[in-house]
């Protein structure tokens, strides 16, 4: 089955914050991969991009390792966009609604001092000609961060994601959104995306450099990864 993944996050975002904040971990990982871009001087006079920041779980964990960066922050999805909105956010920070694929027709254009995608690339039908687009938007340099499900492609790590989805996070989308067809969506993404090194070999062969990995504790261990690059200096 084949869903539109932007209606579904549309449809999932009022409850989003909530399901995600029962995870535990979730916002201590996606902070651990901000600051595996290793980010200098606090952010300041740098300009991120946040792509796919959704609720803007992801633009906090940017803001905590650069605290006086600028910050865009573009999703595709307007409910996401509306919830990350209601928060209370600096004035360096701005919100564009586009599509990670129309990136530079919506005004988003580089460069870039880092970019963080967070549970983005999985997500897009074909992340090459995405990922191309990034790598020109780096400034000379700059960190590519991508944080997502890119299993290790063990047989392990494979049982215990497709345990977690089916006992705890496809029962509690459907109980908290009423919904389950985009965490089953989830379940199988993860399943058919690249794995790690697969997934920092795509970056290398877009001529990103000092490709480094590394997973997360706990549960996600294998499961969830940082995959940091930059673009030559
Ligand atoms: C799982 S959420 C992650 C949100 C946020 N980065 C976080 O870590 O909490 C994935 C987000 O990617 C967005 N997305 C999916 N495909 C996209 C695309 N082609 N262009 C821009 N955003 C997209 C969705 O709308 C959704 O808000």
Known sequence: MTIDVTS???AAAASYDRLVGASPGYHRNLSRSAHRMRLPGEGAGLHLLDLGCGTGASTSALLAAAPQARVTAVDASAGMLAKARQADWPARVSFVHARAEELAA??????????????????????????AGLREAL???????????ALD??????????????????PAGKVVTGRAGLYRYLWRSALRFDTVDAL??????HG?????????PGWERGIVHTVVARRPA
């Open 208 to 216: 990103l450099v000092d490709v480094r990995t590394a997973t997360m």
């Open 106 to 131: 919506a005004g988003v254009r580089g460069p870039f001092d880092g970019i963080f995608a967070a549970y983005l690339v999985r997500n897009l039908p074909d992340p090459d000609p995405v990922l």
């Open 153 to 170: 492609g063990r047989r392990r790590s494979r049982a215990i994601w497709t345990a977690v989805c089916w006992s705890v996070i496809i």
């Open 8 to 10: 579904e996050f549309d």
């Open 200 to 205: 920092a070999a795509r970056l290398r062969g």
């Open 139 to 149: 400034a000379p340099g700059a960190p590519l961060a991508v944080h997502d499900y």
